[in-house]
């Protein structure tokens, strides 16, 4: 029951019914800080919330090192790989998340962000203002919150940062289908103030769509080789047969790149037709990617 009813809800986001309107919001135009505190609106009712929730890992997993970045799915049938990446981050306690996605439609400007908080069953999830205004004021993104506000790689794992994180804010991060690897780069170097041990980015990024569960795992396969040899090259060249922004996945390893880290672990890799049980569907596939510090330097 629980299966079926994280397909249906995922098949609406992918449809674009999550987060329909604001009811109040800025024009988008401008970069100042939000006087009225404006927000997004929910992607989930509670009902929704619990069934993902319920969606636990068998065995989770655990880890004892300080996390950098992930990499984690956005569409919700993989809940029990978000779940157990969120249950890491629980007991780490960062105060800031940087949320990079996809812009799926690709409407707007290349990088977009936004100053409005975001609505979840358990309350609102705050949007830190400071490290925003200063991407808007350097120019490294544009305020768009009606585009921001219809994006499911953002508001669909709001909720799960809300539950899990009660107490942290997070920079919301929507990038167009040819951001460059260069662009990553300097997006990173302008958030260079606010990355701290109590900072973790997480590149929300699914990976292949549209295949049969044998062809996803096929294409998992060449893909996870490409991220183990850093292959930026051939990262970008991949569409969405294999994964649906190697932007946002690169600025996950990027951010590690520059802390020193060459290695990630894999908590999970899966794809829907595994999880729902179903061969003859078009398959999402997934992967829970975590970067620890570099313990001698942290």
């Given at each position: 029951m629980t299966a079926l009813l994280l397909l249906c809800f995922s098949f609406l986001l992918l449809s674009g019914c999550g987060g329909i309107s604001l009811t109040e919001k800025s024009s988008g135009e401008d970069g100042g800080i939000s006087v009225s505190s404006p927000s997004h609106p929910g992607f989930i009712t509670r009902e929704e919330l619990n069934a993902i929730l319920a969606d636990q890992p068998a065995v989770p997993s655990k880890a004892d090192k300080r996390i950098v970045s992930a990499v984690m799915p956005h569409h919700l049938t993989a809940a029990r790989l978000i779940?157990?990446?969120?249950?890491?981050?629980?007991?780490?306690?960062?105060?800031?998340?940087?949320?990079?996605?996809p812009n799926h439609l690709?409407?707007?400007?290349?990088?977009?962000?936004?100053?409005?908080?975001?609505?979840?069953?358990?309350?609102?999830?705050?949007t830190d203002q400071p490290t925003v205004n200063l991407l808007l004021k350097n120019s490294l993104a544009s305020r768009d919150?009606?585009?921001?506000?219809?994006?499911?790689?953002?508001?669909?794992?709001?909720?799960?940062?809300?539950?899990?994180?009660?107490?942290?804010?997070?920079?919301?991060?929507?990038?167009?289908h040819d951001v460059t690897l260069q662009e990553v780069n300097t997006l990173l170097a302008g958030l260079e103030p606010c990355l701290n041990e109590h900072t973790v980015l997480i590149s929300s990024v699914d990976f292949s769509h549209y295949l049969t569960r044998v062809e996803a795992q096929g294409k998992d396969r060449e893909t996870l080789k490409y991220m183990q040899e850093f292959d930026y090259p051939a990262l970008f060249r991949l569409g969405n047969d294999y994964l649906d922004s190697p932007a946002s996945l690169a600025a996950s390893f990027r951010l590690a790149e520059k802390q020193g880290i060459r290695a990630f672990h894999v908590l999970g890799n899966t794809n829907s037709g595994i999880l729902l049980q179903n061969d003859m569907i078009q398959t999402t596939s997934y992967f829970t990617l975590v970067f620890y510090a570099d313990t001698d330097s942290d």
């Open positions: 779940n157990d990446l969120m249950q890491i981050l629980a007991a780490q306690e960062p105060g800031l998340i940087i949320l990079v996605g690709n409407n707007g400007n290349r990088i977009i962000t936004g100053l409005d908080n975001w609505e979840t069953p358990e309350g609102l999830v705050e919150e009606g585009t921001l506000s219809s994006e499911h790689s953002i508001g669909s794992l709001a909720p799960l940062i809300k539950h899990y994180l009660p107490k942290a804010k997070i920079v919301p991060l929507i990038l167009h």
